[in-house]
């Protein structure tokens, strides 16, 4: 037991997550939601030629230079997701709450046109903007012939039992201290205790925390026709992922085993920076276009996991001793594609607008990168990156908000998003576009604004809890997110 324990030791130290850094961390952390003020959320995110609101900051920066006054504004945020997962047949489902500010921030406006140069007003801000929630939880169960115990096995192959802690300490190892697998001196391979016959599987998955972005920006204002403006963002995330999985035979005829519970849990920290150039113009005073650029975000994230096991045999459950648990570390870096979006607003009159974005994400251009890709022998992540080609492509997102005055000082809103998935058509992952819609009023005086959004989010994906070249493996999820939104800003 004390050779088993330096190995683990050694693990911790020199080897990264078995399961690895891959495709799916680079989407995570690449794709944004339409988090921001109760007005930007209203319209669905739709707000690229529009300006003079703070989530703006977070699609183009000019935005900001629409601020003619100075202006401080906070917003909170209240969600509700339900997720239903469909696996062989059998429903589940699972619900999550949070409550958590969506936006804050600080426009300090300064009026040029004493300059006498066409510069009218400059507009310093400092703003935080949530991008992301990845509060959630995700549940499934059913049958099915093929057991997580099958991967561990397969994983082990070759690898001879006094170096299995060693290799493998996450998954083989762990099974095969707690007598889940058997290992054959003729085949040099790991057998499941578990018989032929199908296992009911039940994984519960629970996700938390959040990519939020605070933004450095300066913008002006030339002779009410252009404006221009740059930030510099600095993201932040927190991700922590736990699940339990837990497999029991249903014939356990001639069986020792009889079920077995593998946990696993991870924390993600880390930030990145980005740069994002806007402009906006007024051709008419009906009309205003858009055209912001947001460069890719170098993000440096450290993982930190563990995973444990126990199975129940016929005579007893069998465990991991607390202090053969094993822990991993590792440090890396994750850069997103850069995006692209293209705005347009009509005016009508002066009671109401129309805008549409339109964003293009190149996510199969997301990398992973060593923590220092400089050093000699540093991991190239060569085989994940081909992954991240292979599996996404191009895609381009539309949002169309509008905005009326109904009666003096108080508005009436509504928008709608459409985006497609990320995936490649022949990946096999649903291609149904994930919707947004939205709705929200408002009222403001000159001292004052209040506003108050509701916006739902349907999402369909799959998930594949290991092998995904089995479609029996698949799980398929419907989600709903109700965002309700509360903002309310001061005039300066």
Not at 140 to 161: C, K, R, T, W
């Amino acid at each position: 037991m004390l050779k088993k324990l330096i190995q683990l030791i050694l693990v911790v130290l020199i080897v990264p997550m078995l399961w690895g850094q891959n495709e799916r961390d680079v989407l995570r952390y690449s794709t944004t939601g339409l988090f921001g003020s109760a007005r930007f959320e209203a319209m669905a995110g739709a707000f690229g030629a529009l300006g003079a609101d703070m989530s703006v900051a977070q699609i183009n920066p000019a935005g900001i230079g629409r601020y003619s006054r100075s202006d401080a504004a906070l917003s909170f945020n209240n969600t509700t997701i339900s997720t239903v997962g469909n696996y062989n047949g059998t429903q589940s489902s699972a619900q999550e709450n949070s409550f958590v500010i969506n936006s804050a921030g600080i426009v300090i406006t300064t009026d040029l046109s004493g300059e006498n140069r066409g510069r009218k007003y400059g507009q310093f801000s400092l703003i935080y903007n949530r991008l992301k929630n990845f509060n959630k939880i995700e549940q499934y169960e059913g049958q099915n012939f093929y057991s997580l115990l099958d991967v561990f096995a397969q994983m082990g192959s070759g690898i001879h039992p006094d170096f299995i802690y060693n290799s493998r300490p996450f998954t083989t190892g762990l099974a095969y201290d707690v007598f889940a697998l058997d290992y054959n001196n003729t085949t040099d391979e790991y057998e499941s205790r578990l018989t032929s016959g199908d296992m009911y599987h039940n994984r519960k998955t629970t996700k938390s925390g959040n990519m939020g972005e605070f933004t450095i920006g300066y913008s002006e204002n030339y002779m009410n026709q252009l404006y221009y403006g740059l930030n510099i963002g600095i993201r932040s995330v927190k991700y922590n992922e736990s699940y339990n999985h837990q497999e029991r035979l249903l014939d356990t005829s001639d069986v020792t085993l009889r079920h077995f519970n593998y946990l696993y849990d991870q924390q993600t920290r880390g930030v990145g920076v980005n740069l994002k150039l806007g402009i906006l113009y007024l051709p008419t005073q009906q009309w205003r276009l858009g055209l912001a650029y947001e460069s890719p975000t170098i993000m440096a994230l450290t993982d930190e996991w563990t995973s444990d096991m126990t199975a129940m045999h016929k005579d007893g459950l069998k465990y991991i001793e607390s202090q053969y648990v094993p822990t991993g570390e590792y440090a890396y870096q994750v850069k997103t594609p850069m995006k692209l979006r293209g705005s347009a607003a009509y005016i009508i009159g002066l009671r109401g607008a129309i805008n549409v974005d339109v964003e293009m994400a190149r996510y199969g251009r997301g990398l992973l990168r060593a923590e220092d890709p400089t050093l000699t022998g540093a991991y190239s992540f060569s085989v994940e990156n081909q992954e991240v080609e292979n599996q996404f492509r191009t895609v381009l997102n539309t949002r169309i908000g509008i905005e009326y005055m109904v009666v003096r000082d108080f508005y009436l809103r509504g928008g709608y998003g459409l985006l497609p998935q990320p995936y490649k058509r022949d990946v096999g992952h649903t291609m149904r576009p994930n919707q947004t819609y939205a709705i929200g009023l408002g009222w403001e005086n000159d001292l004052l604004r209040i506003d108050l959004s509701y916006r739902n989010t349907q999402r369909e994906y799959d998930y594949f809890a290991f092998d995904p070249s089995k479609p029996e493996n698949r799980t398929s999820y419907e989600s709903v997110a109700n965002h309700v939104v509360f903002s309310f800003s001061l005039k300066m």
